[in-house]
């Protein structure tokens, strides 16, 4: 599936219309689906569960899907963001893996 097939199937269930609420909505479920992530993880480290990846796997579902619903609030496409974040980071790393010292030195490196 195509990053911009699945944001527009991933509309089909939004229930906001208006770019603010699609923004706040996904920007709040951002925080909690990471938060759900975050504990999967957090239960495997230091409470003795098995790291649950299946688990882990649809929390992540639900993370790519208030991802979309926030692209879609700011009217652009996930392929959009996609090809834009993988500009910065070859412009980043132009050696194309990280390079502790490029990361310090972000600001210095442009």
Partial sequence: MQLNEYQALAQRTSNTELALDKLTNGLLG???EGGECSDI?????FQEHELDK?????ELGDVLWYV??????LGVTLEAIATEN????ESRYPK????GE?????????
């Avoid at 993988?86 to 980071?89: D, E, R, V």
């Avoid at 194309?96 to 390079?99: L, Q, R, S």
């Fill in 102 to 110: 490029r990361s310090r030195m972000r600001g210095e490196c442009k």
């Fill in 54 to 58: 299946d688990h882990l796997r649809e």
């Fill in 96 to 99: 194309h893996h990280f390079e």
């Fill in 68 to 73: 979309a619903e926030v692209a879609s609030g």
């Fill in 41 to 45: 993880v957090k239960k495997y480290m």
């Fill in 30 to 32: 951002l925080f909690g």
């Fill in 86 to 89: 993988i500009a910065k980071l």
